[in-house]
């Protein structure tokens, strides 16, 4: 299998040397296990720099045969206002909570989706059918819906390696920019994240801003399945721990003792950027210095500062400060034999940094938020005298609670912080941190990938499964295939109209009756209307058609021409009145919702409702009405934005059974619901059963909506006028 990795930019610069760090770092023992498996990678990326469009050809050549990688071209302005402008200057501070440096741009917006329109048509050149393609990161949310309108049966997946917000934080972004990142990112099999609060997050503001609901994670849109789960990214355990125990880098962590007086060793490894809290960290050591004068001339801070993005004005104006706090803290505490900080502002290789972390006795890891962390891991697997102090802000403190944790707005809490950790026993070190290595040996890097697969490879086929049962309403499968008569049960809501705010509002349009009259005029055709709505409901919109109608989940039957309804059952309804109240109760909690009463059943309706407050009570009820329904002559079944109680014995299943004919007929049954599943499970096997709808179902076929039902109604209108013609 191949797999076509999307990334902004690609593991190599554009001259060809490789990118430190980041991504590719990360990715690169699992693709070198995936290609020795006999798979192929292609990576496709921008470059970093505009290519002249008269050498794009070449350097393509040059850069798949060298590297296995697929430039994507953008022209320098659009990637400044795409990379600097919407990524850098909206979602990356957005999504990591700091409000204030958000620009809202139409402009900069329109060149995401064009950098993205871009990235998808490279993709699309050289995708082939059985490819996996994976996404990633924040700069590329749009990509997976776009390749998914192109190839519908796409094995897609996408990773945010950033925090996902919450929706109080997201909705600050305009709702047509809003809309358009959720749709766009609907479009993967797959959306990963690497902690579940992050996959809470994100399905919350799927609901608030969409109004879309998932089921355990699952995700129905435009007859797809996306599926929302957490992974916590890893490292690769093996390659740290093997070097870490090696004697060259024994060597060189001994000679950094020696170099360092055998001081005890801080350690703080971050990248220039305001998200990682690097001038509160060194606010904090100072602190510590101040208040635990005893460590003075004892300790030492190595910060490692790797440059980024060193042409934006406020980056500059970043390191300004850190360099200026460092000769603070120096000229303050420092003497001629002792220098409270080491400041080293360069990246370092992997071979010296190892080195440096198995020396650490405390490692600071204090952003302000972080996606996930990754230091935090490589230090932790890399030595096991030193002690991890992180921010509770990362994705990796959910992974490792044996670490001190810290809020890095609190100075206080982190200079006592690193008093702990450097006074801690050695004994207790080693006790925390073999619970943490051995919990990221077994979620390592690998894993990692290896469960994004799976879970994609497990949701595409889900997907190929539910495209099968879709069918056109005009499809010769769905016509007579005899001269058999003809049986037809339509549900009502969802099916032969769509939902309304109010149900009463929810009435035939005058073609669809028009056609149902026809329909009811062929002697081979019988049809039934099988709903949940109430005797009264039914009787004023079908009552002068010669329908089986069948009331509240089969409570009540009226056979064609009958003025009677006859019950199926008998009750005396003892639970109605105490479930009343309580439905009732959750009317009053919920604005927007109501109660509707029939002779058999209730329903809470909650459609109007605030889709956050309404979905959470509407849990809240299943669960308390689900604890109290045994032995109490009621059930309980959730619907499209209801609740419904109703008695013991309906049930739309049991009804058609009842009201089916003796003699042999071709039937049709079509619902879009959790009731409807009833008759589609009780029907004979020879039954045409037809969902409406994108929830799951035991339906052999699937429309897409009430408009296909319509059609189909004409086609068979039309097939049927051509057998009593003769001409067919």
Not at 175 to 191: F, N, Q, T, V, Y
Not at 282 to 304: M, S
Not at 502 to 509: C, D, G, K, N, Q
Request: aromatic letters at 12%.
């Amino acid at each position: 299998m191949r797999l076509i990795l999307v990334s902004n930019r690609l593991p190599v610069q554009w001259d060809g040397t490789p990118n430190v760090g980041g991504l590719a770092t990360g990715l690169a023992s699992f693709l070198s296990h995936w290609k020795t498996l006999g798979n192929e990678v292609v990576w496709v990326g921008w470059p970093g720099k505009s290519i002249p469009e008269k050498e794009q050809k070449i350097y393509s050549k040059k850069m798949m045969e060298e590297h296995g990688t697929i430039p994507v071209f953008l022209k320098q302005k659009l990637a400044d206002s795409f990379y600097n402008g919407f990524c850098n200057k909206t979602i990356w501070p957005l999504f990591h909570y700091f409000t204030s440096h958000c620009e809202f741009s139409d402009i900069t917006f329109s060149s995401y989706e064009e950098a993205n329109e871009e990235f998808a048509k490279t993709v699309k050149e050289i995708y082939q059918p059985g490819d996996w393609v994976w996404v990633h990161d924040y700069h590329l949310f749009l990509l997976p819906g776009i390749l998914r309108n192109t190839f519908p049966n796409i094995r897609l997946s996408f990773f945010l390696h950033i925090p996902f917000p919450t929706f109080e934080i997201f909705r600050l972004l305009p709702e047509r920019i809003r809309s358009r990142l959720l749709k766009g990112i609907l479009g993967a099999d797959l959306i990963g994240f690497h902690t579940q609060s992050y996959t809470q997050y994100f399905l919350r503001s799927l609901l608030r801003c969409l109004g879309i609901e998932n089921e355990r994670g699952n995700i129905y849109y435009q007859n797809h399945i996306t599926k929302a789960a957490s992974f916590p990214m890893g490292i690769n355990v093996e390659q740290f721990v093997m070097y870490a125990n090696s004697n060259e880098c024994e060597q060189i962590a001994n000679q950094i003792n020696v170099n360092h007086k055998n001081l005890k060793q801080i350690l703080s490894v971050d990248r220039l950027d305001y998200t990682k809290g690097v001038l509160q960290r060194l606010n904090a050591f100072e602190l510590f210095l101040k208040q635990y004068p005893d460590w003075i001339k004892k300790c030492k801070l190595v910060l490692v500062l790797v440059p980024s993005r060193t042409d934006v004005s406020s980056y500059q104006s970043m390191k300004r400060a850190i360099d200026e706090k460092i000769g603070s803290i120096n000229g303050s505490y420092g003497t001629l034999d002792w220098t409270p900080i080491l400041y080293q502002y360069k990246g370092f290789p992997f071979e010296e940094l190892v080195p440096l972390y198995k020396n650490t006795h405390v490692m600071l890891v204090t952003p302000y938020r972080d996606g996930m962390n990754l230091v935090a891991k490589e230090f932790l697997v890399s030595q096991k005298k030193g002690m991890l102090v992180l921010s509770e802000m990362a994705g990796a403190a959910a992974e490792l609670p044996e670490a001190i944790l810290v809020n890095p707005n609190d100075l206080n809490g982190m200079a006592d912080a690193i008093k702990e950790a450097i006074e801690m026993d050695e004994k207790e070190i080693l006790s925390r941190n073999t619970l943490m290595i051995n919990r990221l040996k077994e979620n390592s890097v690998m894993e990692w990938a290896k469960k994004i697969f799976d879970e994609t490879e497990e949701t595409t086929n889900q997907n190929l499964n539910f495209q099968t049962k879709s069918i056109s309403p005009t499809s010769n499968l769905l016509l007579p295939k005899s001269n058999l008569p003809v049986f037809i049960i339509f549900d009502y809501d969802g099916t032969l109209v769509p939902f309304h705010s109010f149900p009463h509002l929810a009435v035939p349009s005058r073609e669809l009756f028009n056609s149902l009259t026809i329909l009811s005029q062929f002697k081979t055709v019988s049809v039934a209307i099988i709903s949940g709505r109430d005797r009264k409901f039914l009787e004023s919109i079908f009552g002068n058609l010669p329908f089986h109608l069948v009331a509240e989940h089969g409570a009540w039957h009226k056979a064609p021409n009958q003025t009677e309804w006859d019950s199926l059952f008998y009750s005396n309804l003892e639970w109605k009145k105490e479930i009343k109240t309580h439905l009732e109760e959750f009317t009053k909690r919920v604005p927007g919702s109501f109660t509707e009463e029939k002779e058999y059943s209730l329903v809470w309706h909650y459609r109007n409702a605030d889709p956050d407050i309404g979905l959470n009570a509407a849990k809240e009820m299943l669960d308390e009405l689900s604890q109290i329904s045994s032995n109490s002559g009621f059930f309980v079944q959730r619907g499209n934005k209801i609740i419904e109680v109703r008695e013991y014995g309906t049930g739309k299943g049991k009804a058609a059974i009842k009201i089916l004919p003796n003699i042999t007929t071709e039937t049709y049954v079509f619902g879009d619901d959790t009731t409807d599943e009833d008759m589609f499970r009780e029907l004979p096997n020879q039954t045409i059963s037809i969902k409406i709808g994108k929830s799951e179902t035991i339906a052999k076929y699937r429309f897409q909506h009430t408009d296909e039902v319509h059609v189909w109604i004409q086609n068979l209108i039309n097939y049927l006028k051509k057998v009593n013609d003769g001409t067919t």
